[in-house]
Protein backbone atom coordinates (compact mmCIF):
# COMPACT_ATOMS: atom_id res chain seq x y z
CA UNK A 1 0.00 0.00 0.00
CA UNK A 2 1.13 3.61 -0.47
CA UNK A 3 1.49 5.64 2.71
CA UNK A 4 1.87 9.07 3.48
CA UNK A 5 2.90 9.95 7.16
CA UNK A 6 3.09 13.85 7.83
CA UNK A 7 4.52 14.43 11.58
CA UNK A 8 5.61 17.94 12.97
CA UNK A 9 2.65 19.84 13.71
CA UNK A 10 1.67 21.27 16.87
CA UNK A 11 1.06 24.81 18.73
CA UNK A 12 3.45 27.69 18.35
CA UNK A 13 3.16 31.03 19.18
CA UNK A 14 3.17 34.04 16.45
CA UNK A 15 6.93 34.25 14.72
CA UNK A 16 7.58 30.75 15.87
CA UNK A 17 8.88 28.45 13.67
CA UNK A 18 7.57 24.46 12.58
CA UNK A 19 9.40 21.85 10.44
CA UNK A 20 6.66 19.25 8.94
CA UNK A 21 7.93 16.13 7.75
CA UNK A 22 6.07 13.62 5.51
CA UNK A 23 7.58 10.06 4.81
CA UNK A 24 6.59 8.17 1.89
CA UNK A 25 6.28 4.42 1.18
CA UNK A 26 4.82 1.88 -1.33
CA UNK A 27 5.99 4.44 -4.41
CA UNK A 28 9.22 5.01 -6.16
CA UNK A 29 9.53 8.55 -4.56
CA UNK A 30 12.04 9.74 -6.46
CA UNK A 31 9.64 9.78 -9.63
CA UNK A 32 6.82 11.46 -8.18
CA UNK A 33 5.93 15.49 -7.56
CA UNK A 34 5.77 16.37 -3.51
CA UNK A 35 3.58 19.36 -2.52
CA UNK A 36 2.28 20.33 0.85
CA UNK A 37 -1.51 21.87 1.01
CA UNK A 38 -3.43 22.81 3.74
CA UNK A 39 -7.09 23.22 4.79
CA UNK A 40 -8.51 25.75 7.47
CA UNK A 41 -12.09 25.59 9.12
CA UNK A 42 -14.27 26.76 6.42
CA UNK A 43 -12.21 26.99 3.89
CA UNK A 44 -11.06 25.16 0.42
CA UNK A 45 -7.90 22.91 0.17
CA UNK A 46 -4.83 24.85 -1.10
CA UNK A 47 -1.50 24.24 -2.60
CA UNK A 48 1.52 25.61 -0.66
CA UNK A 49 4.22 24.65 -1.72
CA UNK A 50 5.39 22.10 -4.40
CA UNK A 51 8.74 20.30 -5.21
CA UNK A 52 8.49 18.22 -8.18
CA UNK A 53 10.76 15.54 -8.93
CA UNK A 54 13.69 17.34 -10.75
CA UNK A 55 13.63 19.95 -7.51
CA UNK A 56 11.94 22.87 -8.48
CA UNK A 57 10.02 24.61 -6.19
CA UNK A 58 7.05 26.84 -5.77
CA UNK A 59 5.17 28.51 -3.08
CA UNK A 60 1.47 30.66 -2.39
CA UNK A 61 2.38 34.09 -2.30
CA UNK A 62 1.14 34.08 1.08
CA UNK A 63 3.53 31.87 2.43
CA UNK A 64 6.93 32.67 -0.29
CA UNK A 65 9.99 33.67 1.54
CA UNK A 66 8.73 32.37 5.08
CA UNK A 67 8.23 28.34 4.44
CA UNK A 68 10.72 26.42 2.45
CA UNK A 69 10.04 23.04 0.82
CA UNK A 70 12.89 20.14 0.48
CA UNK A 71 13.37 16.92 -0.44
CA UNK A 72 15.32 13.88 0.74
CA UNK A 73 15.18 10.54 -1.83
CA UNK A 74 17.77 8.85 -0.15
CA UNK A 75 15.02 9.10 3.15
CA UNK A 76 11.95 9.13 1.01
CA UNK A 77 10.68 12.30 2.57
CA UNK A 78 9.66 15.71 2.01
CA UNK A 79 9.86 18.82 4.51
CA UNK A 80 8.44 21.84 5.07
CA UNK A 81 10.15 24.66 6.94
CA UNK A 82 8.28 27.44 8.32
CA UNK A 83 9.38 30.56 9.91
CA UNK A 84 7.97 33.89 10.53
CA UNK A 85 4.35 31.85 11.16
CA UNK A 86 1.08 34.04 11.83
CA UNK A 87 -1.89 32.75 13.13
CA UNK A 88 -3.66 32.69 9.42
CA UNK A 89 -1.32 29.76 8.59
CA UNK A 90 -3.65 27.71 11.15
CA UNK A 91 -4.83 24.65 9.44
CA UNK A 92 -4.03 21.03 9.06
CA UNK A 93 -1.24 20.09 6.34
CA UNK A 94 -1.58 17.55 4.29
CA UNK A 95 1.34 16.15 2.22
CA UNK A 96 0.85 14.78 -1.46
CA UNK A 97 2.60 12.66 -3.79
CA UNK A 98 1.85 12.82 -7.58
CA UNK A 99 3.02 11.14 -10.76
CA UNK A 100 1.92 13.15 -13.97
CA UNK A 101 2.59 10.09 -15.86
CA UNK A 102 0.47 7.80 -14.66
CA UNK A 103 -2.25 10.07 -13.51
CA UNK A 104 -1.64 9.36 -9.87
CA UNK A 105 -2.20 10.97 -6.26
CA UNK A 106 -1.84 10.20 -3.28
CA UNK A 107 -2.55 12.01 0.29
CA UNK A 108 -1.08 11.88 3.89
CA UNK A 109 -4.01 11.99 6.48
CA UNK A 110 -2.76 15.49 8.06
CA UNK A 111 -1.34 16.97 10.79
CA UNK A 112 -2.29 20.04 12.63
CA UNK A 113 -0.67 23.05 12.67
CA UNK A 114 -2.25 26.12 15.16
CA UNK A 115 -0.86 29.47 15.22
CA UNK A 116 -2.19 31.33 18.27
CA UNK A 117 -0.82 33.46 21.35
Known amino acids: QVQLVESGGGLVQPGGSLRLSCAASGIIFRFYDMGWYRQAPGKQRELVAR???????DYVDSVNGRFTISRDNAKNTVYLQMNTLKTEDTAVYYC???????????WGQGTQVTVSS
Open 51 to 57: ITSGGST
Open 96 to 106: NAKRLSFGLNY
